[in-house]
């Protein structure tokens, strides 16, 4: 194993043992796959197996549900202030390894180590936000003719399915089942095929935090395990993030059931002449989010539309913050940018990097494997930097997930709009102006699901609704919405 940082090799070694050979998490109890098979986890900085977890099939599944369907009546009943005491506690649990999770995230899924333990945070903060709202699980009292009482009870819906995806994996195997379970719902969360070691080590604490049951991990691949729950007749509710694709998938798998899409983004962000551009430059380099993630995130601002006047000084701008980003071993505290998450990943993003070239856009910064000794194993991509791109090339119009930035240029507002929206996503955009009646203006006109005004794709605010139009998905998170989508609401009538 070339892992050499001791801490690295520590925490690996410790995950192992807690999990007992990596294994999931079903009613409680650390449990093999029924098939006996394993896939390998890789460690993409040097492309090596580094552990192997249960390959999870229908069998496993229906074992999850099984378990969520036993805890459910007791969990369900249970006040609300309880679930959101297990919840805070989980919470804390989580902060209290957030190091030691960030480590394991970096070393399997290649994000550097230093914004995993910021993610592993995160994904706590969200229980303890989602806590705070479960008073205001409230129905309604609807006026009905000839006197009576006529009511509403928002109720959980059972066993719900949660499926993830690679980029933040701790974030989400321990964000993402919180409103579910605030609202009295039982839990089968199944992470990425590349990165489902942390979610596996969750397993430990919620052992120790959630009675048997309530929350079930199981690993395995989408096509098999992701499948088979989303089929999955007792499953009423599936909360998926990931790719349109496979969105598209379980939208014709999943039959009658509740959904939640959150997709893929190819996000715009649109700069006018009058703002300062530095600060406009510094926001299009945060908000590509290559620290953290190697610009692998849904809301990256990957479409950049800049006016002509202030093109040359902007590029500059971004040039030297782009140089400036420290591109290294994930596990390592000094790294900003670690590797893209796999080998498969890697060539997918060269490829289109290649047909940005073949195109005719100017890649004006990277674009081949990152420089460095110690990074020619691993999968590191240098940041590429597209100038000259035009509205239609391929990298213009698809996600990419990853270091890739195309910059457009406008001069005529209303082109520039059409350009905009000419997308197939819609998930968020930024737009950067000094001039409020023009920013609130754009907000209205651009077809995205979250705007910001003078910010950029690194800025979420908790209690804000996130999610996209079109092609982007269905439904909105980290919000009383995301809360309320975990209920389905009963009507109830009295006769006086
Ligand atoms: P992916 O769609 O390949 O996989 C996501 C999850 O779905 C994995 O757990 C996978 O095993 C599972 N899966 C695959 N096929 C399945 C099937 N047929 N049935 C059920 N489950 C199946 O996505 P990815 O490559 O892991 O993640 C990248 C994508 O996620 C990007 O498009 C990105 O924009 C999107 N994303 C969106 C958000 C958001 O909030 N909108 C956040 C993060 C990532």
Request: charge should be neutral; charged fraction near 20%; hydrophobic fraction near 40%.
């Amino acid at each position: 194993m070339s892992l050499n940082d001791a801490c690295a090799l520590n925490v690996l070694k410790t995950a192992e043992e807690d999990t007992h050979g990596w294994k999931m998490m079903i009613g409680g109890e650390w449990v093999e796959s029924r098939s006996g098979k394993r896939t390998a986890s890789i460690n993409p900085a040097h492309d090596e197996v580094i552990g192997s977890v249960p390959a999870g099939n229908a069998e496993d599944i229906q074992l999850a549900v099984d378990a969520g369907k036993s805890a459910f009546p007791a969990w369900s009943r249970l006040h609300v202030d309880e679930r959101a005491r297990h919840c805070r506690q989980f919470a804390a649990a989580v902060r209290g390894m957030a190091r030691e999770l960030g480590m394991l995230d970096a070393i399997d899924s290649g994000n550097a180590w230093v914004p995993m333990v910021e993610d592993a945070k995160k994904g706590a903060s969200l229980h303890d936000f989602f806590a705070g709202l479960g008073m205001e699980m409230k129905g309604e009292t609807i006026p009905t003719p000839g006197g009576g009482l006529d009511y509403t009870r928002p109720q959980p819906f059972g066993v719900i399915g949660r499926i993830i995806p690679f980029n933040h994996p701790i974030s989400f195997a321990a964000g993402k089942i919180a409103p579910a379970l605030i609202a009295g719902n039982t839990v089968v969360l199944k992470p990425a095929d590349q990165t489902p070691l942390s979610a596996l080590w969750m397993g430990k604490l919620v052992q120790e935090c959630f009675p048997a049951g309530v929350v079930n991990i199981v690993t395995g691949d989408g096509p098999t395990c992701g499948a088979a729950l989303v089929a999955h007749k007792e499953v009423r509710r599936i909360a998926f993030t990931g790719s349109v694709e496979t969105g598209r998938a379980i939208t014709r798998a999943a039959g009658i059931k509740s959904l939640s899409l959150e997709l893929g983004g190819k996000n715009p962000l649109i700069i006018y002449p009058d703002v300062d551009v530095e600060k406009a430059a510094a926001a299009a380099v945060a908000g590509m989010n290559f620290s953290a993630s190697q610009g692998q995130s849904c809301g990256s601002n990957s479409r950049i539309f800049v006016h002509s006047k202030i093109k040359v000084r902007f590029m500059e701008a971004v040039l030297e913050r782009v140089a400036k980003i420290r591109i290294g071993l994930p596990e390592l505290e000094t790294t900003q940018m670690g590797p893209v998450v796999s080998r498969r990943h890697y060539e997918r993003v060269m490829g289109y990097i290649d047909a940005g070239r073949k195109e005719g856009a100017r890649l004006v910064h990277g674009g081949g494997h990152a420089p460095g000794e110690d990074l020619q194993k691993g999968c590191f991509v240098d940041i590429a930097i597209f100038d000259n791109v035009r509205h239609g090339m391929k990298i213009e119009r698809e996600e990419i997930f990853g270091p890739v930035m195309s910059v457009l240029t406008w001069e005529d507002e209303a082109k520039m709009l059409q350009e905009v929206n000419d997308s197939d996503y819609g998930l968020c955009a930024n737009i950067w102006t000094n001039d409020i009646t023009t920013g609130m203006r754009m907000a209205e006109a651009v077809q995205a699901g979250y705007i910001w005004i003078n910010g950029h794709g690194g800025k979420r605010f908790k209690g804000a609704p996130f999610g996209g139009f079109k092609d982007s998905g269905l439904g909105r998170e980290h919000s009383i919405d995301e809360l309320m989508s975990y209920t389905q609401i009963k009507n109830v009538n009295i006769a006086f």
